[in-house]
């Protein structure tokens, strides 16, 4: 089992939905990450947190919009999706942001865009 | 700018057979590197890291990779393979420019047969 915890672990929306995917961690790490994972490639990173701040955006499109509201908590809120915004969305998490620090993954959110 | 590239996309052994991966990444300064796995409906776990000293690092379920930094190369290993080694393996690589970013390779789908 993974200590970063991730829900919903499948989302269908349509379109002109608003959703919300959420991402938790009590290991006490400061950075967190939300990445976009497409079948058979690798994940593809998305935002960056860094003691609460955004510090790095991927040039990710406005209607993705990320959100920490506590070191322990990571939202992505959906907003007017496309049909290739469908994949695997992972959050992980690391102690800091140092080249050394390896990331924790959680089980991602599996989002389909009718 | 870095890149990460795996030299087998898919690869298919018997149980007992030696298993190599291999890994090449594009940077001139001082690398992080790591191996991780994912198996089927699971979440990304750390097979093994490399940070500085013995360029032959252990990992978990008897994984080993070497750094050869003259040939940019961080191959993963393991001697034996059984069936539940199905998976996914990532290699991926963290710079002294890049803060944390992780650049993961394409990946290599390996197919364990029993």
């Known amino acids: 089992d993974t200590e970063v915890t991730q829900t919903p672990k499948h989302l269908v929306m349509g379109m002109t939905n608003k959703k919300s995917l959420k991402c938790e961690q009590h290991m006490g790490h400061r950075a967190m990450y939300w990445y976009k994972q497409k079948a058979k490639k690798p994940p593809e990173l998305m935002f960056v947190y860094s003691y609460e701040k955004l510090s790095i955006n991927e040039s990710v499109p406005s209607r993705f919009s990320p959100e920490c509201p506590n070191s322990s908590l990571l939202n992505l809120h959906l907003h007017a999706l496309q049909p290739e915004d469908s994949a695997l969305y992972l959050c992980a998490s690391s102690q800091n942001r140092g080249r050394e620090q390896p990331q924790h993954f959680g089980d991602g959110t599996r989002l389909s865009i009718l | 700018a870095q890149s990460v590239s795996q030299h087998n996309h898919h690869v298919i052994l018997s149980e007992a057979a030696s298993l190599e991966l291999g890994c090449n990444y594009s940077?001139?300064?001082?690398?992080?590197l790591f191996w991780y796995v994912q198996y089927p409906g699971q979440h990304l776990q750390l097979l093994l890291k490399?940070?500085?000293?013995?360029?032959l690092v252990k990992g978990i379920k008897g994984f080993e990779a070497e750094f050869i930094k003259s040939k940019f190369s961080f191959n993963l290993r393991k001697p034996s393979v059984q069936w539940s080694d199905t998976a996914e393996y990532f290699c991926a690589v963290t710079t002294t420019d890049s803060w944390g970013k992780l650049q993961f390779g394409a990946g290599t789908q390996v197919v364990v047969t029993p």
């Open positions: 940077y001139g300064g001082t690398v992080n």
């Open positions: 490399y940070f500085s000293g013995d360029p």
